[in-house]
C-alpha cells in the first residue's frame, strides 16, 4: 500500500511541476513545506489539495476491488535491514 501511495505521490508531484511551470511560476518559493534548493516547495503545496481525492482514494479503490494485491509487490532481500 505504501508503495502504491508514493508512486501516486511521485506522479501527481510530476503532473503539478509541470502546471507550476507552464503557469511561470517559481515551483521553489511555497509557503507550507520549506523553501530550499533543489525541493519545489510551490509544488509540493499545491499537491497536498489533491493527495487524497487524486492518489489515496484510487490507490484504496483498487485495493479494495482486488485490482492491486500484496502479490503485486515485490520483495527484495535486505530491503528492510
Known amino acids: 500500500m505504501n508503495a502504491a501511495l508514493s508512486y501516486g505521490y511521485a506522479l501527481l508531484l510530476g503532473r503539478v511541476l509541470v502546471a507550476v511551470r507552464l503557469a511561470g511560476l517559481h515551483p521553489e518559493v511555497g509557503f507550507l513545506h520549506a523553501e530550499g ?5 510551490l509544488a509540493l503545496d499545491l499537491m497536498e489539495e489533491f493527495r487524497v481525492p487524486v492518489v489515496d482514494q484510487v490507490v ?3 485495493f479494495r476491488r482486488g485490482l ?3 502479490s503485486h509487490a ?3 532481500e ?3 535491514t
Open 74 to 76: 515485490e520483495v527484495r
Open 37 to 41: 534548493r533543489r525541493s519545489p516547495a
Open 78 to 80: 535486505g530491503a528492510f
Open 68 to 70: 492491486l494485491t500484496p
Open 60 to 62: 484504496l479503490s483498487a
